[in-house]
T-cell receptor, first 115, second 117 residues
Framework: AQSVTQLGSHVSVSEGALVLLRCNYSSSVPPYLFWYVQYPNQGLQLLLKYTSAATLVKGINGFEAEFKKSETSFHLTKPSAHMSDAAEYFC?????????????FGKGITLSVRP | GAVVSQHPSWVICKSGTSVKIECRSL??????MFWYRQFPKQSLMLMAT?????????EQGVEKDKFLINHASLTLSTLTVTSAHPEDSSFYICSARQGAHGGETQYFGPGTRLLVL
């Protein structure tokens, strides 16, 4: 079984401030972890993924995430927020591989960026 | 990254009609594709998993006769909403999986917004 917890539904930061979006996971096997971003009325775009290589993963648009097994966390960060970062962010886990493996999504967090 | 397209991007139809949504992986072959439904301000709900050349696997509570899925080729999957009703109005998103052996990544289409009147 696998699950993802994204605490809170909304994060608001000022432009130029640090962005921190939290994600905790539960998985009975070593997980694969993903962050996706969704802009209004669009599908999901992959930001980054962790697949058991380096624990610090760098993604697109200046985002990165660190896998911490002891904390079962995979928090997403960006040093300096930009107005264009305003969107919905989803953390997802896949706890197995093969034809029947599935992603389990968190409920998502809305990021707002204030001028 | 890999590109997944969906067509149409939005559709309005009358109650009782059927609507077909196409999902294509443009620059890779996808043996597995997924169909999701998303309600406003909510996360994605997996409806079904389709593997090329075989019947789709539906999630619990999803009516397979209502939501027909065909995955006829490695780059195309279709979702047909049969006898659509207003409660079927939603945002439908497909996803195609690329890679294998633990390195699989799902890429998502831009979504199709369905409004049933």
């Amino acid at each position: 079984a696998q699950s993802v917890t994204q605490l809170g539904s909304h994060v608001s930061v000022s432009e130029g401030a640090l962005v921190l979006l939290r994600c905790n996971y539960s998985s009975s096997v070593p997980p694969y972890l993903f962050w996706y971003v969704q802009y209004p009325n669009q599908g999901l775009q992959l930001l980054l993924k962790y697949t058991s290589a380096a624990t610090l993963v760098k993604g697109i648009n200046g985002f990165e995430a660190e896998f911490k097994k002891s904390e079962t966390s995979f928090h997403l960060t960006k040093p300096s927020a930009h107005m264009s970062d305003a969107a919905e962010y989803f953390c997802a886990v896949r706890g197995d591989t093969g034809a029947n493996s599935k992603l389990t999504f968190g409920k998502g967090i809305t990021l707002s960026v204030r001028p | 990254g890999a590109v997944v397209s969906q067509h149409p991007s939005w559709v309005i139809c009358k109650s009782g009609t059927s609507v077909k949504i196409e999902c294509r992986s443009l620059d890779f072959q996808a043996t597995t594709m997924f169909w999701y439904r998303q309600f406003p301000k909510q996360s994605l709900m997996l409806m079904a998993t389709s593997n090329e050349g075989s019947k789709a696997t539906y999630e619990q509570g999803v009516e397979k006769d209502k939501f027909l899925i065909n995955h006829a080729s490695l780059t195309l999957s279709t979702l047909t909403v049969t006898s659509a009703h207003p409660e079927d109005s939603s945002f439908y998103i497909c996803s195609a999986r690329q890679g294998a052996h633990g390195g699989e990544t799902q890429y998502f289409g831009p979504g199709t917004r369905l409004l049933v009147l």
